[in-house]
């Protein structure tokens, strides 16, 4: 199955015939943490878009027996060559996307029965298809476990019964289920679409099990650049040593984090007022915090040079996500963006514009979602 077409619409759903089951499609599209990552996994804020660039889709079909359908390359079983299957495993390592879409059903059919939303007894099989870049901070592993929810929601008629700001923590869960550290952020631009501001304060989080999610005019934000390589690198363990020196008490740990934090707030106002000078300069505190935290040689060496590559040419670069792709963002206008396309290229890093996907929420969404939040 290939993702399908380039607009953001959301849900394709077929009919066969009258009587017929439906065939139910969904998008979902990469993220990029334009501030404040990762301080989502640490009770922090962000400022997220969610990106027309790419997208994973995945398929629900009607079928006798529950089928998890393995994608042909994201799944590869079968080789050339035990070399070929050895490099494989060095660069993608042992998983693709078989696990996100069980682990989802599990923790989706946990959920509805322990808040008693009835489930019928039909069966599907489900595919799946991506074309975000693999393991490049763009969220392609939450694209494809939130394209798999909205297809359970719709199969089994429950979208009135869960609210939106509790689906990025269910989403989350399912990779939590497979021992990925990850955080919220994907999640809920996933869930919600365009630009938020999210504020995962510990009280919210602890009371309501969801941070507060405001979406923000997308027109707020000036053009922006996302440069990539193939470089996959898994984010779960970039994660971890971090994490762990948080879970215990790492004052440097815990400071910079809140720094970070603090840079999305400051980083709203600056987008409110239009103040974009202001932006780059938090833009490239976020990255220099996390450089500090993580260390080089778990940001890899290519990654820093991404940021390097764009910084030499005057632009504001950072992260989109725990490494692989980089968001740039040139203070200086069109001259500018064009020293960084050539710096690029001459690198060999792809580079394109940002497109912005709009907000994603239908009126049935709206409806679930509670008051307090966007
Ligand atoms: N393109 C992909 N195709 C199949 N599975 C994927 C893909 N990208 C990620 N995954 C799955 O998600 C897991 C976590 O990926 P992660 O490191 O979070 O990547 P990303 O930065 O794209 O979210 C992987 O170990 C793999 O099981
Ligand atoms: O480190 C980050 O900025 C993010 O890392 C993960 O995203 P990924 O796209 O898998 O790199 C994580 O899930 C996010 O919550 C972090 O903010
Ligand atoms: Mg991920």
Redesign the pocket.
Known sequence: MEPNGSSPSLTKIERNGSSAPAIIEHKAFARIGLLGNPSDVYYGRTISLNIENFWASVRLEPSSDLLIRP?PT?DLVKFASLDHLVNRLKNE?Y???V??LMATCKVFTNYCKEQGIHLHNNNFSLSYD?N?P?????????A?VCATFSCLLDFYKVRDNIAVEIRPQLILNAEKELG?V?GLQDRVAQVYGGLLYMDFNKESMEKYGHGNYTQLDTGLLPPLHLIYAENPS???KVHSAVRQRWLDGDTFIISSMEEVASLALQGKRALLEKDYAKLATLMNQNFDLRRQMFGDASLGALNIEMVEVARRAGAAAKFT??G?AVVAFCPEGQSQVEVLNNACKKAGFAIEPVRVVPSLLNEIDIRTQSSGNA
Do not use: F, K, N, V
């Open positions: 994608h994201h390592g998983y693709g996307g696990r996100l991506t975000i693999r393991q490049t901070g763009l969220s392609g592993s939450s494809i990925i990850a898994d984010s779960g996500g725990s692989g």
